[in-house]
């Protein structure tokens, strides 16, 4: 459960076929990209995000808007990783910085399909405690076998 509203906004995703050194096995390497906006997002005119100040708890399950959906068969060789960075803290209206507080052991993982039991998609979890908004920006990347994807125009994406 959340405290603050959280907002995604993804970036484009990036896929790629790398090899792997040295077997020069074919992987597909999807990276995915954005921010999460907490508690609040930014004015479009300043960039900055509104003080909030109260402390609030952090526990979301951010399922990632431009997500793969892969075959759990395939997937038992695959390899995540994830990169949280702290873009903005909103300042005071005392003209110093704001408090932040704690996003902690950001993870990447795999959680099922709404609709179809054999497949995957990618979603990325914080937890913490904040005091003030937060804008993190995240990168996960997804190395597996090609053949572990599913086929966009095979499956419906959930609403």
């Known amino acids: 459960m959340t405290d603050a509203s959280v907002y995604l906004a993804a970036q484009p995703r990036l896929d790629t076929l790398v090899t792997v050194f040295p077997s020069d096995a074919l992987r597909l390497r999807t990276d995915f ?21 109260q402390r609030r708890a952090v526990d979301s399950q951010l399922f990632l808007p431009d997500t793969h959906w892969y075959s759990v068969s395939e997937l038992d060789d695959a390899e995540v990783q994830v990169v949280v960075g702290l873009l903005q803290v909103p300042g005071t209206t005392q003209g110093t ?5 704690a996003i902690a052991d950001p993870q990447a993982d795999f959680f099922e399909h709404p609709e179809h039991d054999d497949r995957v998609g990618i979603c990325l979890t914080l937890r913490g405690q904040i005091w003030s908004n937060v804008g993190l920006s995240y990168r996960i990347t997804v190395l597996c076998r090609p053949e572990s994807l599913m086929r966009s125009s095979m499956i419906a994406t959930p609403t």
């Open 97 to 101: 910085q704001g408090l932040v507080g």
């Open 33 to 53: 990209a954005g921010t999460a906006w907490i508690g609040d997002i930014p004015d479009p005119a300043s960039g900055m995000m509104g003080p909030r100040y």
